[in-house]
């Protein structure tokens, strides 16, 4: 399937946040970002992404650094109206946990997920995750402060109350980063995985928190990488989604920015099975940025991606954004 365009914008990433954008039916959507002011909000569409309303605000703080989302139904069995945020700022440097109910947009009590003590972009990628597992436990990990406060803290009661730190070491160090998802296949409904990016070996790999057990596993590498340390860049190499019919992780990576680079999928059952399906693009410069959907109702895999797939547009500069489609489970595109 060739390059299919999106927009015809030129866009790069301009935030840091793993996830934006929430789609309740085909016409009504919300858009989360940070504003050039600063201020954690989002938008709403009523007609299909035609046209979007004003900022409404989720965190006054002018100084946020980070955010996620997770809507209930992206967990499989999930029926809830929920979109859950998690989020930090350099005024109050804590973490912060906020619903935004999608029945009349009601937005919950703000929760503090971690008290910390500073937030700061120097010297590291500030990123925080969260996601909600079949079970309703919420999970979020972060990094705030090039590897000083960092975690993964859990809640068992919806977000009012929070575990301590979970472990010292599933967010490693400085300039590791990770995005949470349900997990499946583990027997536990209680558990999460993580897409890592781990620095220190240069590789991106599968990690899981096993509730049960309170304790952390790796994978071996699935992919090995040139990992970008640039902030606002470095945080975006990959994207995954739960495909609900069999609970797979469905991934996309790109294994390095601004150079001859490989656009892999892999479908993703546990910490020991990931099988690689067909590349997207292999050895194209100017070709970043992979966001996976899937259509739930009869599996198709959606990526999308900046910069087309021949390399001939320019990172940052002239790239647009395209998608592929697999109705084959990664097979063909």
């Known amino acids: 399937m060739a390059d299919v365009s999106i927009d015809s914008s030129v866009s790069t990433a301009s935030a840091r946040g793993f996830r934006a954008v929430v789609f309740t039916t085909t016409s009504i959507g919300y858009w989360f970002y940070i504003d050039s002011d600063g201020t954690f909000g989002y938008s709403k569409t009523t007609d299909g992404g035609a046209s979007w309303g004003g900022q409404v605000e989720i965190a006054s703080a002018t100084t946020h650094l980070a955010y996620d989302v997770w809507f209930d139904k992206w967990t499989p069995g999930g029926t809830g109206t929920l979109i859950h945020t998690c989020y930090f700022d350099t005024t109050n440097d804590d973490v912060f946990y906020r ?88 027997g536990d409904g209680n558990d999460c995985w993580a897409i890592y990016v781990d620095r220190s070996i240069s590789a991106f790999t599968l990690k899981l928190w096993d509730s049960s057990a309170v304790s952390g596993t790796e994978s071996a590498t699935i992919v090995s990488g040139d990992i970008n340390a640039t902030d606002l860049v470095g945080q975006y190499p990959f994207s995954a989604s739960v495909r609900h019919s069999d609970g797979h992780l469905i991934l996309a990576i790109v294994d390095s920015y601004d150079t001859a680079s490989n656009h892999k999928v892999f479908d993703i059952t546990s910490t020991s099975t990931f099988t690689e399906k067909t590349a997207i693009q292999s050895s194209t410069d100017d070709h970043y940025y992979p966001q996976v959907y899937i259509n739930q109702s009869n599996d198709y895999i959606y990526v999308a991606y900046n910069g087309k797939r021949d390399g001939s547009e320019t990172i940052g500069t002239t790239t647009k954004v395209y998608y592929t489609k697999s109705t084959d489970g990664g097979t063909s595109w």
Do not use: I
């Open 99 to 186: 619903t935004l109910d999608t029945n009349g947009d009601g937005l919950g009590t703000q929760r503090t997920v971690f008290a910390g003590a500073s937030a700061t972009t120097t010297n590291s990628l500030p990123f925080c995750s969260v996601t909600k597992t079949t079970t309703g436990y919420l999970y979020v990990a972060f990094d705030m402060d090039a590897g000083v406060e960092k975690g993964l803290h859990r809640s068992t009661d919806a977000g009012v109350n929070w575990s301590a730190n979970l472990a010292t070491t599933f967010v490693e160090g400085q300039y590791d980063w990770c995005s949470l998802f349900p997990a499946s296949g583990t």
